[in-house]
């Protein structure tokens, strides 16, 4: 049973920066697909943010409205998963989810963003507030 636990969410001013991470645990089985994803209010659509192929950590993929500002990556040695967000905006605000796909082998750079069905894990979330 794979479990996600997210940390590093906070309230910040427009301009600001944040860093989240999630802890990886109980994945015994190759690589896979792992990401983040938000939502800015219950019930509204959850919007793929960004996701990585964790092997070799190069393989990443962007929502249009976060390139150029957010950055995912992966310490596979701490089994972490991070996402450095810069220049953040109040449209950022939302709770960010981890979750990990440990079943499709591959994806498109649409499902890996989309498809959030496909993801068979997550976490609890973390709160981003960006005040103007």
């Known amino acids: 049973q794979v479990q996600l636990v997210e940390s590093g969410g906070d309230s910040v001013q427009s301009g600001g920066s944040l860093r989240l991470s999630c802890v990886v645990s109980g994945h015994t089985g190759g690589s896979y697909y792992i990401g983040w994803f938000r939502q800015a209010a219950p019930g509204k659509k959850r919007e793929g943010v960004a996701?990585?192929?964790?092997?070799?950590?190069?393989?990443?993929y962007y929502a249009d409205s976060v390139k150029g500002r957010f950055t995912i990556s992966l310490d596979s040695d701490k089994n972490t998963l991070f996402l450095q967000m810069n220049n953040l905006t109040p449209e950022d605000t939302a709770r960010y989810y981890c979750a990990a796909d440990t079943l499709t082998p591959v994806m498109t750079a649409r499902q890996a963003l989309e498809a959030d069905q496909l993801y068979n894990y997550w976490g609890q979330g973390t709160q981003v507030t960006v005040s103007s």
């Open positions: 996701v990585i192929w964790t092997a070799g950590g190069t393989t990443t």
